[in-house]
């Protein structure tokens, strides 16, 4: 286990510093915080990583590019007149 040191942000600027544990491995932090809190960290990460990335899917703005680029990758035919389009005006 180490200490590090993290930055404490608030609407991007950093508003303080502070030092937290770096666990090494996952038995090194069993044996410091106990299964029980590192089962609900875990978990809670898990869960924190699925629901913000279902937000940020629902909610931020997607510029058309990015679009463009996730059709063509869920939909051949789509890639294929993404392409088309762009050998046509790309020269």
């Not at 044996?31 to 990583?49: H, T, W, Y």
């Not at 909610?59 to 389009?85: C, F, G, H, Y």
């Amino acid at each position: 286990m180490k200490k590090i040191t993290v930055e404490v942000k608030s609407k991007g600027e950093v508003v303080d510093t502070v030092e937290v544990q770096r666990y090494e491995n996952t038995v090194e932090a069993v044996k410091a915080i106990g299964e029980e809190r590192c089962l609900d960290a875990i978990n809670k990460v898990v869960s924190d990583g699925i629901t913000n990335a279902a937000r940020a899917a629902k909610v931020r703005p997607t510029s058309p590019q990015a679009q463009l680029a996730r059709m063509a990758k869920d939909n051949p035919k789509a890639k294929a007149e993404i392409e088309a389009l762009l050998s046509k005006y790309q020269g």
